[in-house]
């Protein structure tokens, strides 16, 4: 088992349309693999809730979800960091596996909602942050880790990171749609 790097901006992948997955590759050993990787990658990441191929250095059209994202209350005014990597460590959340996503709905109504992204770094450790406009609700339809085609619809903060994913998939950052960018000491992230 490997953990992989994150890719930071400015590297040229992210900024790349990322390549479809043939349907008759999904059960290979690489694309299985890097599916594996990648979820042992997020389960090791302090703070974060979606990663996209893209950010591990692979140009294909591929994100992981954490149903992290169902359950954290994002009306909360701060998050407890210290609370949040105990609550995160001891649970073993699923990561729902996205290959070749498209965006089938989406709802009229948006929502300036914060973002920040693990490939989007300050050298001085403090985290990036800004607010970006999303839809309140999406429904997709992608291949999950088994080649089965499946539809979800989404709101909230899952619809969030599955928009904000797929922008990964498409080349495209927060910070190139987020307002009012700031940075944040890292003891007072907010989700």
Not at 2 to 12: C, D, F, G, M
Not at 64 to 73: D, Q, Y
């Amino acid at each position: 088992m490997s953990k992989l790097s994150i890719v930071a901006e400015p590297s040229p992948i992210l900024r790349l349309i990322s390549t479809e997955v043939p349907i008759q590759k999904i059960g290979s050993k690489k694309i299985q693999d890097l599916i594996r990787d990648m979820s042992e990658t997020l389960r090791g990441i302090e703070v974060g809730i979606g990663l996209a191929a893209p950010q591990v250095g692979e140009n294909l059209r591929i994100f992981l979800a954490s149903e992290e994202a169902l359950v954290i209350n994002r009306d909360e005014k701060k998050v407890d960091v210290e609370k949040y990597k105990e609550s995160k460590a001891s649970r073993n959340w699923k990561h729902f596996v996205f290959i070749n996503p498209k965006l089938l709905k989406k709802s009229k109504n948006k929502k300036r909602l914060v973002e920040g992204c693990l490939s989007v770094n300050d050298p001085s450790g403090e985290i990036i942050y800004g607010k970006v406009d999303r839809f309140e609700k999406i429904s997709v339809e992608a291949y999950n880790e088994h080649g089965k085609k499946f539809k979800v619809g989404a709101k909230g903060l899952f619809a969030q990171v599955l928009q904000h994913e797929m922008d990964h998939l498409d080349g495209i950052l927060f910070i190139d749609k987020a307002k009012e960018i700031r940075k944040i000491p890292r003891e007072e992230v907010n989700l």
